[in-house]
């Protein structure tokens, strides 16, 4: 059976291995979920009892399943990302600080690119 702090500092420890795995500091998985990194680094450190919310929020941005944070029994098992996959995190990080009208604007000025560089 855990204690609260053992299963704390179990689950923030997975959340850490993985956040690394990704090549990703606090901050930009911070950023990622829109948490300040101290948060990150509470919840790393098993300081924070953190929500089912906020665990689905760190899992959508690591790409793994919130389950994965509670498989003790098994080291993470996911390849280091590809730099396009670190870049598109990256854009969806920054279009999350957006609102609806600028989502928009920016997917279809996307659009307007990529038809031009296709039609040369």
Do not use: W
């Amino acid at each position: 059976m855990f204690t609260l702090p053992d299963i704390r500092k179990l689950v923030g420890s997975k959340i850490r291995d993985y956040r690394k795995a990704r090549g990703l500091s606090q901050d930009q998985l911070g950023e990622f979920c829109g948490f300040h990194f101290s948060y990150i680094g509470g919840v790393e450190r098993g300081e924070r009892n953190i929500s089912l919310e906020n665990i689905a929020k760190i899992a959508e941005a690591l790409d793994v399943e919130p389950k994965m944070f509670f498989d003790f029994d098994k080291p993470y098992l996911i390849p280091p990302p590809e730099e396009k996959d670190i870049l598109l995190q990256e854009v969806v990080a920054l279009l999350r600080t957006k609102n609806i009208s600028q989502i928009k604007m920016t997917k279809n000025i996307l659009i307007e690119i990529f038809n031009t560089f296709s039609q040369k």
